[in-house]
């Protein structure tokens, strides 16, 4: 498994590249910006763009989501229900720029990638349709959990009673993971049930 990061788009939301080094299919997580850089270095990785995942409807992780479809049109364009239109102030509905060919996942879900499975957490809070993705050993976690800290949940949209469930799902899950956010920088479960106040206050 490869995971190719680039940092884009005015608050410098991390996207991801996930390719499978056996059948050389990706997965881009939250094209933030520059759906022309993707296609590079999706083209360069050799690799076969398979889908397009959200981890939440703001703007500022989809806004790069409709031109990369229309670059890679076989690639299918996943988000959470309840992010598919307007979330808050955010303006940015899927549902509508997408049309038809979204689709939807939910928690529980599974979808495969070569010899890779992602697998989708509904961890609500930031928004009510925030999910983490979880492939391998590496957990996906949008804006709900950054190193450190957490997502925003004062934004129109939020769900602040719901941010701590999710949190505390997180907290509980088995073994340790590689944390890949959608702000700053990777961290590992381990070093977050140590020394995140938000996570320990979740537990």
Known sequence: MKIIRNILGE???NCYILIDDDTREAAVIDPADEAE????EIERAGAT????????????????????HELFPDAAVYIHGADKGQVGIYRYPMDELIGSE???YDDGDTLPL????????HTPGHTGGSVCL????????????????MGRIDL??????????????????????????GHMETTTMTRERRNNMYLNMAQ
């Not at 763009?49 to 990369?68: E, N, Q, S, V």
């Not at 979880?134 to 800290?149: I, W």
């Not at 602040?160 to 590689?178: F, G, W």
Request: hydrophobic share 40%; proline share 5%; aromatic share 8%.
């Open 11 to 13: 608050l410098a939301t």
């Open 37 to 40: 850089t993707l296609r590079g």
């Open 49 to 68: 763009l398979r889908y397009i995942l959200l981890t939440h409807g703001h703007r500022d992780h989809t806004l790069a989501a409709p031109k990369l």
């Open 102 to 104: 979204l689709k939807f």
């Open 114 to 121: 070569g010899n890779l499975t992602v697998e989708v957490l």
């Open 134 to 149: 979880r492939v391998g050993n590496a957990l996906f976690t949008g804006d709900t959990l950054f190193a450190g800290s």
């Open 156 to 181: 129109p949209g939020a769900q602040p009673d719901k941010m701590m469930s999710s949190l505390a799902r997180l907290a509980k899950l088995e073994s340790d993971y590689d944390v890949y956010p």
